[in-house]
């Protein structure tokens, strides 16, 4: 019969194993060994614990009842049960078992039972305990070793340390100690010890046994120490002040060991400290989608800075960029001068099968690599098992061969393997996976047969034949479950090994092909896996072969990957690592007639927010051409159209966006009011920032009025506060007012964010509005800011208190608005990234009779050249020191106050105030209709403010 479990009550304790042994302060040691027990090994009958615990006892049962009294005493509902004892209760040592990766590091808090006394118990119990510790604490090494070996370099090498000494755990083994190498810093006493170790290990066991596991981690580079040399050499070589930077360019064939040395350099760098960022380029074929990629690794979470030079603050001084397969890109010359320009100072060093002319320059480094060095046919065996290619191969065969080390019978075989495959070491690791079904005499015969060619009319060899003999012969013996596999994994960029059941691939297969080297692990600090791109032209070849598998793969992996991310917030990191999988999603799902607009919006929305402007134009550009061709319906084909258009406005594109949207408009999709209405809106955009107000203004009335027809709520709203902008920049307030009290209307029915945010804009759009109570929208101005400093919002509050500023200064009150910029000075000091206005503190140091200080914060303005200032602060800076100029005689002041107030690309509110410091002229006798010459008023402003230094105004 079973027996009740006790329950718990609400106060009972933890019980705590781990460093010690503990419940609540109850410290009885043989009442909580009981406990312990029956806690890890289940329900227990007296008699074995009794046994167990007081075997040298006249009556054990006895004392069992003695200590399980002592422990009901204090803690009644903790073990029940009579003939049988069980317990509610889960220890620490239990819970420490269902931890992953670093997780279970921090839940340990010592060895199980450290330092509690075992008087008295039988060996049997003692060595369960013994058991019991080192169980634990070899889960423990085992989860910091997988936290190290999907960390970067110098996270990597600290939870290396931590598996490597943690507490209890016993003496780590050949394969643990193999796992542990490759993830130290080099040269490191964590390296040198870690060799020692497997030395005398592998001294003591020739044969150390295969882990049944492949690592995921990349394996330590062999062979490339003078290459290695020569790339840290050129990287820290000091630079001219300011530093020029420089590029460097490692060249070869496919698996040649590019990424291998990529990888390498910066575990060295890390190891010196010095600033490094690994950038994988593989399969970016534009420099919109290199350059997204090298800020989506620089501001991981964040959205991608809009230009090259805006990643200069997430860039420290003397970095290095390593670009690594930039195979696809055709215009890799063009980006890299690109980023010489933008981004001054970086050394770049990139890795890719082709020297395109005219990348390198002056002082650049170019480094070609061949096969690894082998020995020659002269050789000893000491020479031989000098050879990197050796170590390489007998490396790689030790993953399926445990018997196999370098003698004085087979030295000549493998090194003449590796010679005869030009020490290339994606074909030595290929063909040393052979050996899971041959002979080693049988894999020389092979290769010496099938890869006998191997030298290219010409001479120059570098293998690239060998690589194919042997590719094409491991695909022969490959399974044909792992073949399947591998060409299912054709229709991926790269993956997280958890989705591989999703796609149809048992996470068995990918350890196999892992093994076999068909896979492997290139993204420090992740799991992340992908097919050796050297091996693509092969896989591809068999995957036309395989025409139902591969439609098939195609829809499981677009199912899986659409599923996922249409579940996601749009900006969610993790969608990042997966963006070129759900491109590829996308098309399958065009292609088979499954995509849907929403899908495509949400894409779009991704790209918006994470500030993937200009690859996103090309991206949704190939969707736009896609949906064409499978003919799939006008809403997906409209919605891909839309969002390419978009992106391009968002790019500054204007052209590019406006001939989309002309096309859109001329064209039969443009009959659907919802997609001629988000079409408007683009080209109203465009127009906006083109500088056509009037034609903006008209396109937004003609979206806002479909979007009235349609009964779009959002949309209406949305180009409403458009349109503010706008109608107030023209100065047509007839119809501002219109659009205030329509958006006024609604405020009450929107939830109370988006309520706030659209006061914020009609507060404003009123502020350069006539005729209103500035007092009223002083009030209004503290309100929000009130509201959005309590919620964290600090770059609106930044923003709402510089608009009380402004309403200050109209009220003449002068010390309330330098109150009121200190305020918002605070919230910049702790958000570096935030900014506040400086022409409000140069018309306050005006104000304040500080007109020195506001010369120099004048000058500072116009000098600025990374935050130079915008045509409206330009033409504000021209209104704020008219009296200054005037004073000091200035002739030219009035011509442009004149200009001023007829151009058409002046705020209508900055024109009023340049008629009235022009005084009571005639406004009709001013020009009108011209545009007015910004570039020529910057040049004018910055003569009158020169910087310090410079010579003074003629």
Known sequence: MTEPAPTLTPT???????????????????????????????????????TLLWPGAA????????????????????LGGEDRLITPLTSDAAHLLTLRGEAAWDAYDGPFLHGVPLTGVSAEFEEWVETQRERLARHVQQEALRAAETADPARAADWAARAHRTPAAPPPDADVLRRLLPLTLPGSPLEAEVRAELGELTELDATPPAPTRPARAAARMLGREAELDTLLAWTLAPQADPPAGGAALITGPGGIGKSTLTRELLRELTRLDRPATLVDAEGAASAAELSARLAATLTPGQAAPPTLAALSDHLPPHATVLLDGADALNDLPDL????????????????????????LGEGDLLLPLAGLPQAPPEADLAQIAASSATQLFLREAARTRRDLTLTAANAALIAGITRRLQGHPLALALAASWLRVEHLEAVYARVLTEAAQLTPEGGGSDGRRGLNAVARRSWDLLSPEQQHAALRLTVTSDLDPADAPHLGVPAHLIDELLTHNFLEAHQPGTERLRLYPALRGLLTEQAAAHPDLITQARADHARHYLTWFTAQPPEAPPVDAERDNITAALHTALHSGDASAAQIDHFLAHHDRRGLHASGTDTFAALADAAEDASVPDGVQAAAQIASMWLAYRAGRLLDAQTLAGHFLAGPLAADPTNRMKVLNTLAAVRGVQ???????????????????????????????NLLTHLNFLGDEETLRIQFSEIERRLPHLPE?????????LLGARLYTSGEDQAALHAEALLIAEYTESSGLHRSSVEIIGMAVTTAFRLRQWRHAEDLLKRAADIVRKNPDLRVNPLLTVELLYARARTQQAQQQVAQIMNDPVRPPTPWQLVELVLLVVPDLRSRGSTEVDAWLTQITGAVNVHAQQQRAARVLLGDRDASGLPRGHSLEIDRLRVWLSRQFPAPGAPEPL
């Open 59 to 78: 009556r054990p049962e006895g004392s069992l009842r003695v200590a399980l009294h002592a422990l009901r005493e204090v803690h009644p509902d903790v």
């Open 753 to 761: 964010v988006v309520a706030w945010q659209v006061r914020l804009a």
């Open 336 to 359: 890299l001068r690109a980023l010489r320009r933008d981004l001054p100072g970086v050394r770049w060093v990139i890795s890719s099968r082709r020297s395109p002319p005219g990348l």
């Open 12 to 50: 009972t304790p933890a019980l705590s194993t781990l460093g010690g042994l503990d419940l609540g302060g109850f410290r009885k040691v043989k009442s909580l060994l009981l406990l312990v027990y029956v806690a890890l090994e289940g329900p227990t009958p007296r008699r074995t614990l009794a």
């Open 691 to 721: 500088g056509q107000m009037q034609s903006a203004t008209d396109l937004f009335q003609q979206a806002l009025a479909l979007a009235v027809e349609l009964g779009d709520e959002v949309r209406q709203l949305h180009y409403r506060l």
